[in-house]
């Protein structure tokens, strides 16, 4: 996903599920919330952060154990990183409960804000931690770790006014749908439809 806001260009979580990232040049940030390469590329994100130098690059601990990534800056649940303007907040801990007998791993949330713009939550693969006063909620609409009661419990925590589907791709159009819609109808969150589009939030 990437997020431009308030002059800056931040990348989150650019993994193997996708390919538009590659080219991607003039950012200003990379995050990367977990280790897994769905959401950190080990074939194509070191290049990627080759191709940007200007770009600092905040991921979760564990990450430069799996993804070569020598610059990289190791965010912690409870750290923030300012860029300029915007500030990058971590938050959670851990990757979501997977299976009982599959150990859970590290997974940092981030908080994006800035003055006079939206708040952004990003959970990763999480859907335990609820920060405040969000305004645009990047809800996972499928995992194997997620069961839809669960996603409506976590989007209805959140309180956000605003969302947007993330972690879809192991969703065919019809169960996408499904999910969207019943986050519609069953949170305060609004969720347009957007899958694989640009999209720009527009405050009152």
Request: charge should be negative; avoid cysteine.
């Given at each position: 996903m990437l997020v431009e806001v308030a002059g800056r260009r931040i990348l989150i979580d650019p993994g193997n599920f996708s390919s538009d990232?590659?080219?991607?040049?003039?950012l200003d940030a990379v995050v990367v919330t977990h280790q897994h390469p769905d959401h950190a590329d080990p074939e194509h994100l070191p290049g990627l952060v080759a191709a940007n130098p200007g770009a600092t690059v905040h991921?979760?601990?564990t990450v430069p154990?799996?993804?070569?990534?020598?610059?990289?800056?190791?965010?912690?649940?409870?750290?923030?990183?300012?860029?300029g303007p915007v500030r990058i907040s971590g938050v959670g801990g851990l990757h979501a409960v997977i299976h009982p007998d599959i150990?859970?791993?590290?997974?940092?949330?981030?908080?994006?804000?800035?003055?006079?713009?939206?708040?952004?939550?990003?959970p990763g693969d999480m859907i335990d931690t609820v920060p405040a006063g969000v305004d645009v909620l990047a809800i996972p609409a499928y995992g194997p770790w997620a069961a839809m009661k669960e996603t409506i419990d976590f989007v209805r925590a959140v309180g956000a006014p605003q969302g947007l589907m993330i972690h879809e791709?192991?969703?065919?159009?019809?169960?996408?749908?499904l999910i969207r819609g019943r986050v519609n109808e069953m949170t305060g969150t609004r969720v347009d439809e957007h899958r694989g589009q640009s999209w720009e939030v527009v405050t009152p």
């Amino acid at each position: 996903m990437l997020v431009e806001v308030a002059g800056r260009r931040i990348l989150i979580d650019p993994g193997n599920f996708s390919s538009d990232w590659h080219a991607l040049r003039d950012l200003d940030a990379v995050v990367v919330t977990h280790q897994h390469p769905d959401h950190a590329d080990p074939e194509h994100l070191p290049g990627l952060v080759a191709a940007n130098p200007g770009a600092t690059v905040h991921v979760e601990a564990t990450v430069p154990d799996h993804v070569d990534l020598p610059s990289a800056h190791r965010l912690a649940p409870d750290a923030s990183v300012d860029l300029g303007p915007v500030r990058i907040s971590g938050v959670g801990g851990l990757h979501a409960v997977i299976h009982p007998d599959i150990p859970r791993i590290g997974n940092v949330g981030v908080v994006v804000t800035a003055e006079g713009e939206p708040t952004f939550f990003h959970p990763g693969d999480m859907i335990d931690t609820v920060p405040a006063g969000v305004d645009v909620l990047a809800i996972p609409a499928y995992g194997p770790w997620a069961a839809m009661k669960e996603t409506i419990d976590f989007v209805r925590a959140v309180g956000a006014p605003q969302g947007l589907m993330i972690h879809e791709q192991l969703l065919q159009e019809r169960g996408y749908q499904l999910i969207r819609g019943r986050v519609n109808e069953m949170t305060g969150t609004r969720v347009d439809e957007h899958r694989g589009q640009s999209w720009e939030v527009v405050t009152p």
